[in-house]
């Protein structure tokens, strides 16, 4: 055989089940660090900063190109990450129960597991001022995706599929269609007034309607103005600021609830197809990363695109429709490009790196809460809208850098993370030791 019939049989043979855990755990360090670049933007400066970055965040290139980038290749997939990770780590957790006295006893388990997890979401976003905390989402999730880890994998794709099938239609018909009729109705009464034609009192309504729902573009500094006075306040303010955006997104618990749920099936699939504990080969991961992203990329950019062109306005709907599909993509789409990438440099310190920081996964989620609040809120430094998207970065480059040294750091001296000591001696009811 060639050398180079040699090497391509090599790519298609399956890697050794000992390289499984560490694959897993780079994965989930991805998803850690990147969680934090969409995150930080909420941490530092006025929430139009997601969806406007011609409103905050700074203007000229550079801040508008990496909210560019963000909006295509982290925004949503990084969540999706963590969600497949959580998938995963269910069946993984359970897996005793094919012993004689495992399924009560793993079941007991993992529901207490999942219910600290719920305490630690709750502690996240009011003690420690995350209102975009995703623990309790996944706590509540974890709760009802449990039942279905016994389904086949195929079984559990096609759960999955129906329901981003169902977001797509909810988004379409219930969300965003809606919404451009209404704008579109109240553009063609403002040109009847304008026009000097008589309006009946439901047109009138209807107009002061979509005024009231878009008054935040044409008030944007004053809304700016005023949210940096809350976050930025006395430790009051900040709290009260803080509770009343998790009551606001607690609204819509149920949404990111089944988002959640909708990414752990998959989860569980890509386990039982051994694609997410990195034994397929790298003619696989190659392939599935490519096919990912030509679909993930191609919908992203579209989007992003028309968004610039039509400058943001809010009757735009059509690109929102496939926003799952474009996600779910890009999530797999990182999955297949980060098992290449390991296949070669596992042994790199780049990639220890990541493994470590998967490792602590929980500590570091919740520590670039703490970090973050520190520097940006009243609670800290109050520097909250007062850095443009690229400094932003540059502050979030160094939290990262701190937290992948400090993981690799703990990790050569304990055998847990300190909040993952903590979770774990929760659930089991006792601690373990800590010190290697």
């Not at 995350?130 to 096609?158: C, N, T």
């Not at 696989?284 to 490519?290: C, D, N, P, Q, S």
């Not at 950019?301 to 400058?311: K, P």
């Not at 430094?381 to 690229?390: F, K, M, S, T, V």
Request: hydrophobic share 50%.
């Amino acid at each position: 055989m060639s050398d180079l019939q040699s090497a391509s049989a090599a790519m298609d043979q399956p890697s050794p089940a000992s390289s499984r855990i560490d694959g897993l755990d780079a994965l989930r360090g991805v998803a850690v660090l990147g969680i934090f670049v969409i995150n930080i933007i909420g941490f530092s400066m006025p929430w139009l900063g997601f969806s406007y970055p011609t409103l905050a965040g700074g203007d000229g290139a550079l801040n508008y190109g990496l909210w560019t980038f963000t909006e295509i290749f982290i925004e949503g997939s990084m969540r999706g990450l963590f969600s497949l990770m959580f998938g995963a780590g269910v069946i993984l957790f359970t897996q005793r129960a094919i012993y004689p006295d495992g399924p009560i006893k793993v079941a007991d388990l993992y529901y207490r597991r999942t219910l600290w997890l719920i305490v630690f979401g709750l502690v996240h976003a009011y003690a420690l001022l995350m209102p975009g905390d995703i623990l309790l989402i996944y706590g509540i999730a974890g709760l009802i995706v449990f039942p279905f880890r016994i389904l086949s994998a195929r079984k559990l794709a096609l759960l999955a599929g129906f329901i981003a099938a169902g977001f797509m239609l909810h988004d379409t018909f219930v969300t965003e269609l809606p919404e451009t009729r209404r704008g579109l109705e109240a553009q063609a009464i403002q040109a009847m007034i304008e026009a000097g034609d008589e309006i009946t009192d439901e047109q009138m309504d209807k107009l002061g309607a979509w005024e009231e729902e878009t008054q935040y573009l044409r008030d944007y500094d004053t809304i700016i103005q005023e949210d940096i006075g809350n976050r930025t306040g006395d430790v009051d303010t900040v709290y009260s600021t803080n509770a009343s955006e998790v009551d606001v997104s607690t609204e819509g618990l149920t949404w990111w609830v089944v988002d959640a749920f909708m990414m752990m099936l998959i989860g569980m699939a890509f386990y039982k197809w051994r694609i997410i504990t990195g034994e397929r080969s790298v003619r696989f991961y190659v392939t599935l990363a490519v096919c990912a992203y030509a679909i993930g990329l191609a919908l992203r950019i579209w989007a992003v695109w028309n968004r610039w062109d039509a400058d943001f306005s809010p009757l735009l709907w059509l690109e929102w429709v496939p926003y799952q599909v474009a996600r779910i993509a890009m999530t797999i789409g990182h999955v297949g490009l980060v098992f290449v990438l390991w296949k070669f440099f596992s042994s790199s310190l780049p990639m220890r790196a990541l493994t470590a920081a998967g490792r602590m996964a929980l500590t570091n989620y919740i520590s670039q809460t703490v970090i973050a609040n520190l520097i940006f809120t009243g609670v800290g430094l109050g520097l909250y809208g007062a850095l443009d998207r690229a400094q932003v970065y540059g502050v979030m480059i160094v939290i990262l850098a701190a937290q992948l040294t400090f993981s690799m750091w703990w990790l050569a001296r304990f055998r847990f993370g300190p909040l993952e000591w903590g979770w774990r001696a929760l659930t089991y009811g006792q601690g373990s030791r800590l010190r290697k």
